[in-house]
């Protein structure tokens, strides 16, 4: 009795390893996976790799340079503006100085208008950090 019992046991065993591997067994937020869904989930996975190489490949390299040459365009708009600015006596550096600051000024009146035509109530208040830069 007891080994017919144990086969019986064993069998039982068996039966529910060998559907667990097959179809997978999911109770509650305990879930085992079964072949099906770890085939898919590998396929997934080596999808996402393929994407990340091809990014990594291709796309990653042109992008750096496209920011290269960006920067590389900067610097040199930045080497002419102080050469500008080298060459350029005071006045006119206070001129330019002036004309930002009206540009900036009109900004601020555009967007004060435009919050209040919508009903909102905007405090603007503009601070120096330095002596050249002037922030919000």
Known sequence: MKKLLILILIALGLALT???IISGIHIGGF???GIKEIQDENANLEETVTEATKLASSTFPGKVNDLNASMKKLEE?????????????TSDVQTA???????????WTEIGTHATSNGVNIDM??????RRTRCI
């Open 18 to 20: 060998i559907f667990t």
């Open 31 to 33: 879930s085992v996976w």
């Open 77 to 89: 708009e930045k080497k002419s503006y102080e050469d500008m600015v080298a060459v350029s006596d």
């Open 97 to 107: 100085s002036q004309l930002s600051n009206y540009n900036l000024d009109f900004l």
């Open 125 to 130: 208040a503009l601070t120096q950090r330095n």
